[in-house]
């Protein structure tokens, strides 16, 4: 029984888990080849295959806060904050007035802040993909120190096989 199914009991003969899970499935799917027909990539558009925190080569606060970035990328947004003042004659002229004019205000800077979520979600989809082959490039890196040490070996025992044949 994986840990999945240790934590989830479920107990209402009604809900028909199986079920419930082969349509999420299905539904998946779906998705997955819409995106295909339209030449999109699923996995990367539902954030999948992105490097998991802590995961890779690149230290555990940087994949923190590459998720931290992927999280809250979309998390702008401004929103009506009005008070009321306590004047008695004027309050509600003046707290209309005031909510117009903030009303005006958050319409641009609200226009503004989705400009900077199409950026921020580019930005950490860079970002990703510059950790994903950083971590690629590390990779080979080492392979090649490994292939390099291993040339150095064979050399050095061939260099003394062939210095012991030239003593002989």
Known sequence: ?????????????????????????????????????????????????????????LGADFYYDLHQIRTNAESIWVSLAMRD?????????LYRIEKLLHRLALKYVNLLAGRQVVFNRATASVMSGMAHAL??????????????????ARLAKLEQTLGNGAES
Do not use: F
């Open 1 to 57: 029984m994986t840990d999945v199914q240790q934590v989830i009991e479920i107990r209402d003969p009604e809900i028909n888990v199986e079920e419930t899970m082969s349509r999420i499935r299905a539904r998946i799917r779906e998705r997955r080849a819409q995106a295909e027909a339209k030449g999109l990539d699923y996995d990367r558009l539902a954030g999948e295959g992105l490097p998991a925190v802590g995961a890779g080569s």
């Open 85 to 93: 003042r306590r004047i008695p004659v004027l309050n509600p002229l």
């Open 135 to 152: 971590e690629q490039n590390d990779a080979r890196a080492k392979a090649l120190e490994k292939d390099v040490s291993a040339l150095q």
